[in-house]
């Protein structure tokens, strides 16, 4: 466990996802179990495949290499009209203080000639990758957990008894992103942030987190409470709860991926399965880890799951493009992306109907 830090450590249920999701007994048995385990303790672990380990090895070599490049490459890795590419330690900003992580954040890699790019969609854009071999061991990378993301929809519908297709009808063509993360060493930062503190409590913000870590050691979640409820699309979670009791380490398991719900999941579920609450320590070593955020299409106006609708607010639903955008526009109030989307006026451009996906629930 990181320096400084008291926290009860987690021993996380594993689960091993089936080849395909069939709706079988075992599917429905995996499926309650994985409820269960979110609901206990907010954050579960999925067992890496053979090949999904070599996927993972190579993404982490090629993180590694991107991160050990001279400052001045990796600041080149930006463009205006896409949150993609690199973020120093002590740009991202959570509930105020600057976040030590650096980051390397990966959008859908759209060209400037695609029709959405062209006509100025918020944070759509071209990737702003420092080679040819980073984005295609990346896009590898995210393209594996994708599937493994549907598998883990489909589980979650069997789980919650919800009609097949009530969750993966979002995820056509999803807003998938990932970041690709680096901690500095605990007494090697920049001064920028707080002493020891890598990120700042937070909670994210679509349906599902697919996380991978290194062995180093430094995330933290707050399993679910009664007590406690936080609607991050209404009122900021960032920094809640940070220096309080009832935080849970999760200590590195090689060849796992731990797995744990996001804001839209917690919206859409009416509180069953929350939004879980994390936040990293920096440790003696520098640390590396991956978040991919398995997400709705930019264009998906969310809705409460049947069964689990009892008028949750907002009762018109939740875009999620805009619910994505009003969180870069948060974190990064500084950067280029974001001065050229107001400058521009492009923000207004999500209230269009071109933008918005705006079918009836099953
Ligand atoms: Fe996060």
Aim: with cysteine; hydrophobic share 35%; proline share 6%.
């Amino acid at each position: 466990m990181p320096p400084g830090f008291t926290a009860k450590v987690g021993r996380l249920e594993t689960f091993t996802l089936p080849e395909r999701v069939s709706g079988s007994v075992s599917d429905k048995a995996i499926a309650d179990a994985m409820i269960g385990a979110w609901r206990r303790d907010g954050i579960l672990q999925i067992g890496m495949t053979k090949s999904q380990q070599r996927v993972y090895q190579a993404a982490s070599a090629t993180s590694r290499r991107f991160f050990a490049q001279p400052h001045a490459r990796k600041e080149a890795c930006v463009d205006g009209s896409s949150y993609s590419g690199y973020i120093a330690s002590g740009e991202e900003i959570t509930d105020g203080v600057a976040d030590y992580s650096e980051i390397f954040t990966v959008t859908k890699d759209l060209p400037h000639t695609d029709k959405r790019v062209a006509q100025g969609w918020p944070c759509h854009g071209p990737c702003p990758w420092l080679d040819q071999e980073m984005k295609a061991v990346m896009n590898k990378y995210m393209e594996d957990l994708a599937v493994s993301g549907e598998k883990l929809l489909q589980l979650i519908e069997m789980g919650l008894d919800i009609p097949t297709g009530s969750l993966t009808k979002y995820t056509a063509d999803g807003w998938h992103h990932m970041r690709v993360l680096r901690f500095p060493q605990n007494n090697r930062t920049n001064g920028k942030g707080k002493k020891g503190r890598g990120i700042g409590s937070h909670t994210d913000y679509g349906l599902l987190v697919i996380a991978a870590q290194d062995s180093v050691g430094g995330l933290f979640v707050r399993p679910p409470r009664d007590t406690e409820r936080f609607s991050n699309w209404e009122k900021s979670s960032a920094g809640l709860r940070e220096n309080e009791a009832g935080w849970v380490y999760v200590p590195p398991v090689t060849g796992t991926f731990t797995v744990f719900p996001g804001d839209m999941m917690q919206y859409m579920t009416n509180n069953f399965l929350q939004s879980t609450p994390h936040k990293v320590g920096l440790n003696v070593r520098e640390r590396f880890a991956f978040a991919y955020f398995h997400e709705p299409n930019f264009r998906s106006v969310i809705r409460p799951l049947p069964g689990y609708n009892a008028g949750q607010s907002p009762l018109e639903g939740i875009h999620y493009g805009t619910h994505f955008t009003n969180m870069f526009l948060r974190n990064y109030p500084d950067r280029i992306t974001t001065a050229r989307l107001q400058e521009e006026g492009r923000y207004r451009l999500l209230e269009s109907k071109e933008l918005r996906d705006d079918d009836e629930p099953l």
